[in-house]
Protein backbone atom coordinates (compact mmCIF):
# COMPACT_ATOMS: atom_id res chain seq x y z
CA UNK A 1 0.00 0.00 0.00
CA UNK A 2 2.95 2.53 0.90
CA UNK A 3 5.13 1.55 -2.41
CA UNK A 4 6.59 5.10 -3.72
CA UNK A 5 6.09 6.94 -0.63
CA UNK A 6 8.87 9.25 1.42
CA UNK A 7 8.63 8.24 4.90
CA UNK A 8 6.48 6.28 7.07
CA UNK A 9 5.89 6.94 10.91
CA UNK A 10 3.26 4.52 12.03
CA UNK A 11 0.33 3.09 9.11
CA UNK A 12 0.68 5.37 6.06
CA UNK A 13 3.27 7.21 5.51
CA UNK A 14 3.54 11.33 5.85
CA UNK A 15 3.72 12.06 2.43
CA UNK A 16 3.39 10.04 -0.63
CA UNK A 17 5.54 10.69 -3.63
CA UNK A 18 2.90 11.33 -6.36
CA UNK A 19 1.28 13.81 -4.06
CA UNK A 20 4.70 15.45 -3.25
CA UNK A 21 5.57 15.87 -7.43
CA UNK A 22 1.62 17.11 -7.89
CA UNK A 23 2.54 19.74 -5.16
CA UNK A 24 6.22 20.97 -6.62
CA UNK A 25 4.29 21.59 -9.89
CA UNK A 26 1.39 22.96 -8.40
CA UNK A 27 3.74 25.59 -6.55
CA UNK A 28 4.95 26.62 -10.50
CA UNK A 29 1.75 27.82 -11.53
CA UNK A 30 -0.28 29.08 -7.95
CA UNK A 31 1.10 31.12 -5.64
CA UNK A 32 1.42 28.68 -2.65
CA UNK A 33 0.81 25.85 -4.50
CA UNK A 34 -3.13 25.61 -3.89
CA UNK A 35 -6.31 27.45 -5.03
CA UNK A 36 -7.61 27.97 -1.71
CA UNK A 37 -6.36 28.81 1.70
CA UNK A 38 -8.15 26.00 3.70
CA UNK A 39 -6.12 23.03 1.97
CA UNK A 40 -3.95 21.59 4.36
CA UNK A 41 -1.21 20.38 3.85
CA UNK A 42 1.40 18.81 6.20
CA UNK A 43 4.11 19.31 4.26
CA UNK A 44 1.94 18.86 0.81
CA UNK A 45 -1.87 18.51 0.14
CA UNK A 46 -2.78 14.95 -0.53
CA UNK A 47 -3.75 14.73 -3.95
CA UNK A 48 -7.27 12.74 -4.49
CA UNK A 49 -7.57 10.70 -7.42
CA UNK A 50 -10.84 9.62 -6.49
CA UNK A 51 -13.59 9.12 -4.33
CA UNK A 52 -15.83 6.29 -3.20
CA UNK A 53 -18.71 6.34 -0.75
CA UNK A 54 -16.99 7.40 2.66
CA UNK A 55 -13.50 6.64 1.10
CA UNK A 56 -10.75 8.77 -0.70
CA UNK A 57 -8.47 7.54 -2.24
CA UNK A 58 -5.05 9.31 -3.13
CA UNK A 59 -2.56 9.51 -6.24
CA UNK A 60 -0.48 7.09 -4.34
CA UNK A 61 -3.41 4.64 -4.12
CA UNK A 62 -3.98 4.74 -0.35
CA UNK A 63 -7.03 4.93 0.90
CA UNK A 64 -9.12 7.38 3.71
CA UNK A 65 -12.06 7.48 5.60
CA UNK A 66 -13.30 11.05 4.27
CA UNK A 67 -14.43 12.75 7.55
CA UNK A 68 -13.99 16.37 5.72
CA UNK A 69 -16.22 15.88 3.09
CA UNK A 70 -15.48 18.84 1.27
CA UNK A 71 -15.95 20.99 3.95
CA UNK A 72 -18.76 19.08 5.15
CA UNK A 73 -20.62 19.73 1.99
CA UNK A 74 -20.87 15.78 0.83
CA UNK A 75 -23.38 14.20 3.09
CA UNK A 76 -23.77 11.46 0.94
CA UNK A 77 -20.06 10.80 0.09
CA UNK A 78 -18.56 10.78 -3.11
CA UNK A 79 -20.10 9.43 -6.41
CA UNK A 80 -23.37 9.11 -4.75
CA UNK A 81 -25.19 7.14 -7.97
CA UNK A 82 -28.51 8.93 -7.43
CA UNK A 83 -26.16 11.84 -7.80
CA UNK A 84 -23.89 10.95 -10.76
CA UNK A 85 -27.46 9.38 -12.83
CA UNK A 86 -28.88 12.30 -12.43
CA UNK A 87 -26.07 14.42 -13.30
CA UNK A 88 -25.35 12.35 -16.50
CA UNK A 89 -28.68 12.94 -17.66
CA UNK A 90 -28.72 16.52 -17.02
CA UNK A 91 -25.48 17.16 -18.76
CA UNK A 92 -26.23 15.47 -22.15
CA UNK A 93 -28.99 17.54 -21.78
CA UNK A 94 -26.53 20.51 -21.73
CA UNK A 95 -24.88 21.66 -18.31
CA UNK A 96 -26.14 25.91 -18.43
CA UNK A 97 -28.48 28.08 -19.95
CA UNK A 98 -28.87 31.54 -19.89
CA UNK A 99 -32.89 30.26 -19.80
CA UNK A 100 -34.59 28.83 -15.88
CA UNK A 101 -35.05 25.38 -15.72
CA UNK A 102 -37.39 23.18 -13.81
CA UNK A 103 -34.89 21.67 -12.08
CA UNK A 104 -34.51 25.10 -9.79
CA UNK A 105 -38.43 24.94 -9.40
CA UNK A 106 -38.16 21.26 -7.82
CA UNK A 107 -35.03 22.17 -5.33
CA UNK A 108 -36.73 25.44 -4.50
CA UNK A 109 -40.12 23.93 -3.91
CA UNK A 110 -37.93 21.02 -1.57
CA UNK A 111 -36.23 23.74 0.61
CA UNK A 112 -39.41 25.98 0.94
CA UNK A 113 -41.24 22.91 2.21
CA UNK A 114 -38.64 22.09 5.14
CA UNK A 115 -36.87 24.89 5.92
CA UNK A 116 -39.38 27.01 8.37
CA UNK A 117 -38.86 30.59 7.65
CA UNK A 118 -38.01 29.80 4.04
CA UNK A 119 -41.05 31.26 1.88
CA UNK A 120 -38.84 32.31 -1.43
CA UNK A 121 -35.52 30.86 -2.83
CA UNK A 122 -32.97 32.33 -4.58
CA UNK A 123 -30.00 30.43 -5.97
CA UNK A 124 -26.08 31.61 -6.12
CA UNK A 125 -23.00 29.79 -6.45
CA UNK A 126 -21.45 29.80 -3.39
CA UNK A 127 -22.27 30.06 0.76
CA UNK A 128 -20.13 33.05 0.66
CA UNK A 129 -22.25 34.47 -2.21
CA UNK A 130 -25.50 33.74 -0.41
CA UNK A 131 -24.26 35.76 2.74
CA UNK A 132 -23.20 38.34 0.56
CA UNK A 133 -26.57 38.62 -0.97
CA UNK A 134 -28.45 38.48 2.57
CA UNK A 135 -26.19 41.16 3.91
CA UNK A 136 -27.16 43.11 1.09
CA UNK A 137 -31.04 42.50 1.11
CA UNK A 138 -30.92 43.29 4.95
CA UNK A 139 -29.73 46.36 3.86
CA UNK A 140 -31.81 46.89 1.03
CA UNK A 141 -34.72 46.47 3.40
CA UNK A 142 -33.67 48.41 6.32
CA UNK A 143 -32.01 51.46 5.04
CA UNK A 144 -29.15 50.26 7.59
CA UNK A 145 -25.81 49.73 6.81
CA UNK A 146 -23.87 48.04 9.78
CA UNK A 147 -24.06 44.56 10.73
CA UNK A 148 -23.43 42.20 13.83
CA UNK A 149 -21.74 39.33 13.80
CA UNK A 150 -19.78 36.66 16.36
CA UNK A 151 -16.21 36.73 16.52
CA UNK A 152 -14.40 33.88 15.22
CA UNK A 153 -17.82 32.62 12.71
CA UNK A 154 -16.83 32.03 9.70
CA UNK A 155 -19.40 32.83 6.93
CA UNK A 156 -17.52 33.05 3.76
CA UNK A 157 -15.32 35.71 2.14
CA UNK A 158 -17.25 39.01 2.10
CA UNK A 159 -15.63 41.83 3.84
CA UNK A 160 -18.16 42.49 6.47
CA UNK A 161 -18.39 38.83 7.49
CA UNK A 162 -15.02 38.32 7.48
CA UNK A 163 -14.59 40.90 10.41
CA UNK A 164 -12.94 38.99 13.56
CA UNK A 165 -13.21 35.94 11.91
CA UNK A 166 -9.45 35.25 13.28
CA UNK A 167 -9.15 37.57 16.37
CA UNK A 168 -6.68 36.13 18.88
CA UNK A 169 -5.67 37.00 22.07
CA UNK A 170 -3.61 39.82 21.88
CA UNK A 171 -6.27 42.14 19.40
CA UNK A 172 -9.33 40.52 20.91
CA UNK A 173 -10.48 43.24 23.29
CA UNK A 174 -12.63 43.68 26.60
CA UNK A 175 -14.99 40.53 26.90
CA UNK A 176 -18.06 42.68 27.22
CA UNK A 177 -17.34 44.83 24.05
CA UNK A 178 -15.24 42.51 21.76
CA UNK A 179 -12.93 45.15 19.14
CA UNK A 180 -13.46 44.43 15.32
CA UNK A 181 -10.29 42.78 13.90
CA UNK A 182 -9.02 42.98 10.70
CA UNK A 183 -9.17 39.26 8.21
CA UNK A 184 -6.33 40.31 5.83
CA UNK A 185 -3.86 43.25 5.48
CA UNK A 186 -5.33 46.06 3.61
CA UNK A 187 -9.15 45.38 5.03
CA UNK A 188 -10.86 48.94 5.52
CA UNK A 189 -11.53 50.76 8.54
CA UNK A 190 -14.78 51.60 7.54
CA UNK A 191 -15.87 47.99 7.04
CA UNK A 192 -14.37 47.43 10.71
CA UNK A 193 -16.30 50.15 11.82
CA UNK A 194 -19.72 49.12 10.03
CA UNK A 195 -19.44 45.44 12.06
CA UNK A 196 -20.53 44.74 15.38
CA UNK A 197 -19.17 41.78 17.22
CA UNK A 198 -20.60 39.72 19.51
CA UNK A 199 -19.12 36.62 21.82
CA UNK A 200 -21.18 33.58 21.31
CA UNK A 201 -23.77 32.51 24.20
CA UNK A 202 -23.04 35.79 25.91
CA UNK A 203 -26.74 36.33 26.41
CA UNK A 204 -26.22 40.03 28.24
CA UNK A 205 -23.60 40.95 25.86
CA UNK A 206 -25.75 40.59 22.85
CA UNK A 207 -28.88 42.60 24.64
CA UNK A 208 -26.56 44.91 25.01
CA UNK A 209 -24.21 45.64 22.05
CA UNK A 210 -27.49 44.96 19.72
CA UNK A 211 -29.30 47.60 21.24
CA UNK A 212 -26.44 50.46 21.49
CA UNK A 213 -26.00 50.03 17.97
CA UNK A 214 -29.37 49.20 16.79
CA UNK A 215 -30.12 52.19 14.78
CA UNK A 216 -27.60 51.51 12.55
CA UNK A 217 -27.63 47.90 12.28
CA UNK A 218 -28.86 46.30 9.37
CA UNK A 219 -28.68 42.53 10.38
CA UNK A 220 -27.26 39.73 13.05
CA UNK A 221 -25.67 37.24 10.95
CA UNK A 222 -25.37 34.00 12.95
CA UNK A 223 -24.57 30.69 12.37
CA UNK A 224 -25.90 28.81 15.20
CA UNK A 225 -23.43 26.05 15.71
CA UNK A 226 -19.68 28.08 13.96
CA UNK A 227 -17.70 25.33 12.93
CA UNK A 228 -14.54 27.33 12.98
CA UNK A 229 -15.50 29.11 16.30
CA UNK A 230 -15.60 25.84 17.93
CA UNK A 231 -18.84 23.92 16.88
CA UNK A 232 -20.17 25.13 20.33
CA UNK A 233 -23.50 24.27 21.28
CA UNK A 234 -25.72 27.47 21.66
CA UNK A 235 -27.32 28.45 24.75
CA UNK A 236 -31.25 28.56 24.07
CA UNK A 237 -31.23 32.02 26.03
CA UNK A 238 -28.71 33.04 23.66
CA UNK A 239 -30.86 32.97 20.90
CA UNK A 240 -33.54 34.17 22.74
CA UNK A 241 -31.67 37.19 23.82
CA UNK A 242 -30.21 37.79 20.08
CA UNK A 243 -33.80 37.24 18.49
CA UNK A 244 -35.94 39.38 20.75
CA UNK A 245 -33.80 42.40 20.39
CA UNK A 246 -33.38 42.20 17.23
CA UNK A 247 -37.27 42.42 16.65
CA UNK A 248 -37.59 44.78 19.09
CA UNK A 249 -35.13 46.96 17.27
CA UNK A 250 -36.05 45.97 13.66
CA UNK A 251 -32.88 44.62 13.29
CA UNK A 252 -33.14 41.28 10.99
CA UNK A 253 -31.84 38.11 11.45
CA UNK A 254 -29.94 36.03 9.01
CA UNK A 255 -29.30 32.59 9.90
CA UNK A 256 -26.07 31.05 8.26
CA UNK A 257 -27.13 27.47 7.75
CA UNK A 258 -24.86 27.09 4.94
CA UNK A 259 -22.72 24.39 7.07
CA UNK A 260 -25.48 23.07 10.01
CA UNK A 261 -28.71 22.96 7.45
CA UNK A 262 -26.75 19.40 7.70
CA UNK A 263 -28.11 19.54 11.43
CA UNK A 264 -31.71 18.10 10.75
CA UNK A 265 -34.50 17.96 8.33
CA UNK A 266 -35.76 21.40 9.17
CA UNK A 267 -31.93 22.76 9.42
CA UNK A 268 -30.23 23.97 12.51
CA UNK A 269 -32.24 26.85 13.39
CA UNK A 270 -35.29 24.84 14.20
CA UNK A 271 -33.37 22.49 16.26
CA UNK A 272 -31.79 25.26 18.28
CA UNK A 273 -35.32 27.74 18.39
CA UNK A 274 -34.01 30.62 16.41
CA UNK A 275 -36.23 31.86 14.39
CA UNK A 276 -34.72 34.09 11.62
CA UNK A 277 -36.03 36.70 8.75
CA UNK A 278 -33.60 35.45 6.19
CA UNK A 279 -31.70 32.08 6.05
CA UNK A 280 -28.56 31.18 4.03
CA UNK A 281 -28.10 27.44 2.35
CA UNK A 282 -24.93 26.14 0.78
CA UNK A 283 -22.77 22.85 0.57
CA UNK A 284 -25.12 20.13 0.76
CA UNK A 285 -28.13 21.08 -1.37
CA UNK A 286 -25.67 21.34 -4.50
CA UNK A 287 -25.43 17.32 -4.03
CA UNK A 288 -21.19 18.08 -4.51
CA UNK A 289 -21.52 21.06 -6.92
CA UNK A 290 -21.05 24.33 -6.51
CA UNK A 291 -24.05 26.33 -4.91
CA UNK A 292 -25.75 28.85 -2.19
CA UNK A 293 -28.98 29.76 -1.56
CA UNK A 294 -30.26 33.06 0.02
CA UNK A 295 -34.18 31.82 1.73
CA UNK A 296 -36.53 33.81 3.60
CA UNK A 297 -39.98 35.04 4.77
CA UNK A 298 -42.28 36.30 1.15
CA UNK A 299 -42.49 39.88 2.33
CA UNK A 300 -39.22 40.07 2.99
CA UNK A 301 -37.67 37.96 -0.36
CA UNK A 302 -39.89 40.73 -2.39
CA UNK A 303 -36.37 42.56 -2.09
CA UNK A 304 -35.32 40.69 -5.39
CA UNK A 305 -38.43 41.04 -6.88
CA UNK A 306 -37.60 42.47 -10.71
CA UNK A 307 -41.19 41.57 -11.96
CA UNK A 308 -42.45 45.22 -11.69
CA UNK A 309 -39.13 46.86 -12.80
CA UNK A 310 -36.10 47.54 -10.78
CA UNK A 311 -35.94 45.97 -7.61
CA UNK A 312 -34.41 47.67 -4.01
CA UNK A 313 -31.77 44.74 -4.77
CA UNK A 314 -30.54 43.76 -8.45
CA UNK A 315 -29.20 40.26 -8.29
CA UNK A 316 -28.07 37.61 -10.20
CA UNK A 317 -25.23 36.05 -12.08
CA UNK A 318 -24.05 33.77 -14.83
CA UNK A 319 -24.12 30.18 -13.26
CA UNK A 320 -26.74 31.09 -10.51
CA UNK A 321 -29.25 27.99 -10.36
CA UNK A 322 -27.47 26.13 -13.26
CA UNK A 323 -29.22 23.05 -13.93
CA UNK A 324 -25.95 20.68 -12.76
CA UNK A 325 -26.02 22.08 -9.48
CA UNK A 326 -30.00 22.25 -9.35
CA UNK A 327 -30.13 18.48 -10.48
CA UNK A 328 -27.31 17.26 -8.02
CA UNK A 329 -29.12 19.03 -5.27
CA UNK A 330 -32.22 17.61 -6.17
CA UNK A 331 -31.12 14.28 -5.76
CA UNK A 332 -28.84 14.58 -3.23
CA UNK A 333 -32.24 16.21 -1.21
CA UNK A 334 -34.29 13.72 -1.93
CA UNK A 335 -32.54 11.24 -0.39
CA UNK A 336 -31.71 13.04 2.35
CA UNK A 337 -35.02 11.78 4.30
CA UNK A 338 -35.95 11.73 8.03
CA UNK A 339 -34.04 8.31 8.25
CA UNK A 340 -30.95 9.31 7.00
CA UNK A 341 -30.82 12.21 9.42
CA UNK A 342 -31.72 9.93 12.56
CA UNK A 343 -28.96 7.51 10.69
CA UNK A 344 -26.55 10.89 10.95
CA UNK A 345 -28.00 11.15 14.00
CA UNK A 346 -26.76 8.12 15.67
CA UNK A 347 -23.48 7.74 14.28
CA UNK A 348 -22.74 11.41 15.25
CA UNK A 349 -23.46 10.01 18.64
CA UNK A 350 -21.68 6.67 18.53
CA UNK A 351 -18.19 8.68 17.60
CA UNK A 352 -19.00 11.86 19.95
CA UNK A 353 -19.75 9.45 23.18
CA UNK A 354 -17.47 7.12 22.27
CA UNK A 355 -14.66 9.94 21.64
CA UNK A 356 -15.85 11.26 25.29
CA UNK A 357 -15.68 7.77 27.05
CA UNK A 358 -12.38 7.23 26.02
CA UNK A 359 -11.25 10.90 27.37
CA UNK A 360 -12.90 10.67 30.71
CA UNK A 361 -11.38 7.24 31.24
CA UNK A 362 -8.07 8.41 30.41
CA UNK A 363 -8.34 11.84 32.32
CA UNK A 364 -7.31 13.34 29.12
CA UNK A 365 -7.14 17.18 28.80
CA UNK A 366 -9.19 17.13 26.00
CA UNK A 367 -13.16 17.25 24.80
CA UNK A 368 -15.16 17.06 21.92
CA UNK A 369 -18.32 19.60 20.85
CA UNK A 370 -20.87 18.74 18.14
CA UNK A 371 -24.32 17.86 17.23
CA UNK A 372 -25.93 15.47 14.60
CA UNK A 373 -23.17 14.54 11.85
CA UNK A 374 -20.62 16.70 13.39
CA UNK A 375 -18.04 16.87 15.64
CA UNK A 376 -15.08 18.54 16.48
CA UNK A 377 -12.17 18.01 19.30
CA UNK A 378 -10.52 20.36 21.08
CA UNK A 379 -7.00 20.14 23.11
CA UNK A 380 -9.21 21.53 26.27
CA UNK A 381 -10.62 19.74 29.39
CA UNK A 382 -13.51 22.11 29.78
CA UNK A 383 -16.47 21.85 26.71
CA UNK A 384 -15.79 25.42 25.37
CA UNK A 385 -18.65 28.12 25.71
CA UNK A 386 -17.13 30.58 22.60
CA UNK A 387 -14.44 30.99 20.40
CA UNK A 388 -12.31 32.74 23.30
CA UNK A 389 -12.74 29.49 25.72
CA UNK A 390 -11.90 27.20 22.41
CA UNK A 391 -9.06 29.44 21.56
CA UNK A 392 -6.08 27.11 21.40
CA UNK A 393 -2.82 27.25 23.16
CA UNK A 394 0.41 26.82 21.39
CA UNK A 395 0.88 23.34 23.58
CA UNK A 396 -2.76 22.34 22.11
CA UNK A 397 -2.81 23.75 19.02
CA UNK A 398 0.54 21.35 18.58
CA UNK A 399 -1.61 18.13 19.93
CA UNK A 400 -4.53 19.05 17.31
CA UNK A 401 -1.66 19.04 14.79
CA UNK A 402 -0.64 15.73 15.90
CA UNK A 403 -4.11 14.28 15.65
CA UNK A 404 -4.65 14.99 12.31
CA UNK A 405 -1.29 14.01 11.57
CA UNK A 406 -1.85 10.49 13.70
CA UNK A 407 -5.51 9.83 11.92
CA UNK A 408 -3.77 10.64 8.43
CA UNK A 409 -1.26 8.21 9.26
CA UNK A 410 -4.33 5.35 10.44
CA UNK A 411 -6.46 6.22 7.25
CA UNK A 412 -8.71 9.00 8.50
CA UNK A 413 -8.68 12.35 6.77
CA UNK A 414 -9.71 14.73 9.68
CA UNK A 415 -10.01 18.40 8.95
CA UNK A 416 -7.75 20.76 11.29
CA UNK A 417 -9.17 23.21 13.43
CA UNK A 418 -12.87 22.74 11.34
CA UNK A 419 -15.83 20.34 11.64
CA UNK A 420 -15.38 16.14 11.28
CA UNK A 421 -18.54 15.38 9.52
CA UNK A 422 -19.95 11.84 8.91
CA UNK A 423 -21.94 11.07 5.75
CA UNK A 424 -24.43 8.83 4.65
CA UNK A 425 -22.40 5.74 3.70
CA UNK A 426 -20.30 5.31 6.79
CA UNK A 427 -20.90 2.61 8.95
CA UNK A 428 -21.15 2.06 12.77
CA UNK A 429 -17.39 -0.17 11.53
CA UNK A 430 -16.01 3.40 10.78
CA UNK A 431 -17.70 4.87 13.84
CA UNK A 432 -15.90 2.05 16.08
CA UNK A 433 -12.73 2.97 14.42
CA UNK A 434 -12.91 6.72 14.80
CA UNK A 435 -12.89 6.35 17.98
CA UNK A 436 -9.90 3.30 18.69
CA UNK A 437 -7.86 5.40 16.48
CA UNK A 438 -8.31 8.28 18.47
CA UNK A 439 -7.85 6.13 21.63
CA UNK A 440 -4.66 4.97 20.18
CA UNK A 441 -3.38 8.72 19.67
CA UNK A 442 -4.05 9.28 23.61
CA UNK A 443 -1.89 6.07 24.53
CA UNK A 444 0.92 7.02 22.08
CA UNK A 445 0.98 11.04 22.95
CA UNK A 446 0.47 10.74 27.01
CA UNK A 447 3.77 13.06 27.01
CA UNK A 448 2.43 15.71 24.86
CA UNK A 449 -0.57 15.40 26.66
CA UNK A 450 0.36 16.08 30.03
CA UNK A 451 2.37 19.73 28.70
CA UNK A 452 -1.04 20.79 27.47
CA UNK A 453 -2.52 20.48 31.10
CA UNK A 454 0.78 22.04 32.72
CA UNK A 455 1.07 25.23 30.10
CA UNK A 456 -2.57 26.51 30.13
C1 LIG B 1 -21.30 28.94 7.84
C2 LIG B 1 -20.69 29.16 6.48
N1 LIG B 1 -21.10 30.22 5.75
C3 LIG B 1 -20.59 30.46 4.52
C4 LIG B 1 -19.62 29.65 3.99
C5 LIG B 1 -19.07 29.95 2.64
O1 LIG B 1 -19.51 28.99 1.73
P1 LIG B 1 -18.69 28.74 0.36
O2 LIG B 1 -17.40 28.11 0.74
O3 LIG B 1 -19.60 27.88 -0.45
O4 LIG B 1 -18.49 30.10 -0.24
C6 LIG B 1 -19.17 28.55 4.72
C7 LIG B 1 -18.13 27.67 4.18
O5 LIG B 1 -17.52 26.87 4.84
C8 LIG B 1 -19.71 28.30 6.01
O6 LIG B 1 -19.30 27.26 6.75
Redesign the pocket.
Known amino acids: MNNGTCSSITGIARVGRNSADSFARARRVFPDGTSRVTIDRDPVPLYIERGVGSYLFDVDGRRFLDLNGN???LIHGHAFAPIVEALTDQLQRGSCFANPTKSEIELAELLCSRIPQVERVRFVN??????LFAIKAARAITGRSKIAKLEG?????YDW?EVSLTATPHNWGDPTAPSSTAFYHGMPASVLDEVVVLRFNDVEGARRLLSMHARNLAAVIL?PM???GGLIAPKSEFMVAVQETARDRGILVIA?????LRQSIRGASARYGLVPDLV?M??IIGGGL???AIGGREDLMKVFDASAGDPLLPQGGTFSANPLSMTAGLAAMRHLDSAAFSYLEMLGNIVRDGISRVISNRGAPLCVTGAASLFRLHPIAQIPNDYRDAYPAPAGATVMRQLTRFFAENGIFLPHGAAASMSTPMTRADAELIIDVFARFLDRHQEMLDAIQVRR
Open positions: FTATGTEAVAYHGASDPSRDEVLNTGKPIG
